[in-house]
């Protein structure tokens, strides 16, 4: 390495992202005199969107801070809950995480998702113009500089996906409010009005019903209603007791 030399500490939240860091969590990096501060700190590894506060000599700076030759910085992690400002909170996921963005829409959590790949640029560009955070486990996604706002999806396995971003956000929850299919609002439906939707078996089984306002699309309390129930009640039991 050629160059003034700065010292940075990462805290061990963030240590995944950096594996040149580990075990210790310290890397070093050429102080340029032109490249900010957050430009580093995402050329080391770590999307922005994962980064807290950011010190360096023990002072809080911006990510456009310009580091200098012998400055010692400290990464730390974003801080929860997270408050994302200006808009009702609602997001955008990739197309990776479908069974994620049906959970939340169970959940009444406004979720944009698309199951055809429109690419990071698009994405991007819809973070933006919505104002949706967008939740990916792509770090290149994360670190696109006209996203609205964003996070990283540490976990592959939707429960503990779903609790990360309750724990992370704690967005308001309306169960049952959302089609999981679209993510369209329901309202009450007569049997008659989705009597085209049903098989003789539910048509005689049931007698209370939703549908989407926006797609149609019919729902009852079918087979499969004990499994989502749990689900909302361990999401609505850990944000009451958060």
Same mark, same amino acid.
């Given at each position: 390495?050629?160059?003034?030399e700065?010292?940075?500490?990462?805290?061990?939240?963030?240590?995944?992202?950096?594996?040149?860091?580990?075990? &210790?969590?310290?890397?070093?990096?050429?102080?340029?005199?032109?490249?900010?501060?957050?430009?580093?700190?995402?050329?080391l590894? !770590?999307?922005?969107?994962?980064?807290?506060?950011?010190? !360096?000599?023990?002072?809080?700076?911006?990510p456009?801070? #310009?580091?200098?030759?012998g400055?010692?910085?400290?990464?730390?992690?974003?801080?929860?809950? %997270?408050?994302?400002?200006?808009a009702p909170?609602?997001?955008?996921?990739?197309?990776?995480?479908?069974?994620?963005?049906?959970r939340?829409?169970?959940l009444?959590?406004?979720?944009?998702?698309?199951?055809?790949?429109?690419?990071?640029p698009?994405?991007?560009?819809?973070?933006?113009?919505? %104002?949706?955070?967008?939740?990916?486990?792509?770090?290149?996604?994360?670190r696109?500089?006209?996203?609205w706002?964003?996070?990283?999806?540490y976990?592959?396995?939707?429960?503990?996906?779903?609790?990360?971003?309750?724990?992370r956000?704690?967005?308001?929850?309306?169960?049952? &409010?959302?089609?999981?299919?679209?993510n369209g609002?329901?309202?009450?439906?007569?049997?008659?009005?989705v009597?085209? %939707?049903?098989?003789?078996?539910t048509?005689r089984?049931?007698d209370?019903?939703? %549908?989407?306002?926006?797609?149609?699309?019919?729902?009852?309390?079918?087979?499969?209603?004990?499994?989502?129930?749990? #689900?909302?009640?361990?999401?609505?039991?850990s944000?009451?007791?958060?």
């Open positions: 390495m050629n160059g003034p700065i010292r940075v500490e990462f805290a061990p939240e963030l240590h995944l992202f950096v594996p040149r860091a580990r075990p &210790t969590g310290v890397a070093r990096a050429a102080a340029d005199g032109v490249s900010t501060l957050g430009h580093l700190v995402e050329s590894g !770590v999307p922005l969107t994962e980064v807290g506060a950011l010190l !360096v000599d023990g002072r809080e700076v911006p456009g801070h #310009i580091p200098a030759g400055e010692s910085v400290r990464v730390r992690p974003v801080r929860h809950p %997270q408050r994302v400002p200006g909170l609602r997001f955008l996921l990739d197309v990776h995480l479908g069974t994620l963005a049906r939340l829409r169970l009444g959590v406004d979720t944009a998702y698309e199951s055809t790949d429109l690419g990071d698009a994405l991007a560009a819809l973070s933006a113009a919505e %104002q949706r955070v967008m939740l990916s486990r792509d770090r290149g996604l994360l696109r500089r006209e996203l706002a964003g996070a990283y999806v976990s592959t396995r939707p429960d503990e996906q779903l609790q990360e971003v309750l724990e956000f704690r967005p308001e929850l309306h169960p049952w &409010t959302r089609c999981t299919a679209c609002l329901l309202r009450a439906a007569t049997k008659e009005e009597a085209a %939707q049903l098989e003789g078996g048509r089984s049931y209370v019903f939703a %549908q989407c306002a926006d797609c149609g699309r019919a729902y009852w309390r079918g087979a499969h209603h004990e499994q989502l129930e749990a #689900i909302v009640e361990r999401a609505v039991s944000t009451r007791d958060a």
